[in-house]
Every structure is written in C-alpha cells, then in structure tokens.
C-alpha cells in the first residue's frame, strides 16, 4: 500500500479525462457498497469510508486544476 503523499502524486498526475472516469468509477463502487450495505453483505464497511474519501480528493484535484486553468487563460486575456 502506498502512502497517502505518493497516493496524491499519483491522482495529481493523471489528466482531467482519466480523473472524470475514476470518479464515475468510484462512485459506481459506492453504489454497490450502499447496496451491500443495506442487504448486509458488505465485508469491510470502512471501504465506504475510503470510496467517499477518494471521490472527494478526486474531485478536489479536478476543481484546482480547473481552477489554474482558468486563472492561466484570465491571465493571457483570452
């Protein structure tokens, strides 16, 4: 298992498309946990946990690399 900083190196390095398509990913993993969850045949409930966690820092890459985009193309006037 890695650590969490070489963990966000790696999310970091990923583009936006491959970030979007991780995110949808993840959430259809949280779909089925949800729904291992509420039949009771989920065997690791802090997996929950973790899933939501990576969709939020997946998301909150994709917004700050928006973000820089957006501020570099305010900067060039365009």
Known sequence: METRSAHLKNLRALTAD???TKVSDLKKD?????????????????KIRHT????????????????????ERWEKGT
Do not use: C, W, Y
């Open 52 to 71: 939501r966690r990576e969709i939020a820092r997946a998301k909150t890459i994709l917004s700050e690399t928006a973000r820089v985009t957006a501020g």
């Open 18 to 20: 491959e970030l979007d």
């Open 30 to 46: 949280m779909f089925t946990l949800r729904f291992q969850l509420v039949t009771g045949r989920i065997e690791n409930p802090a």
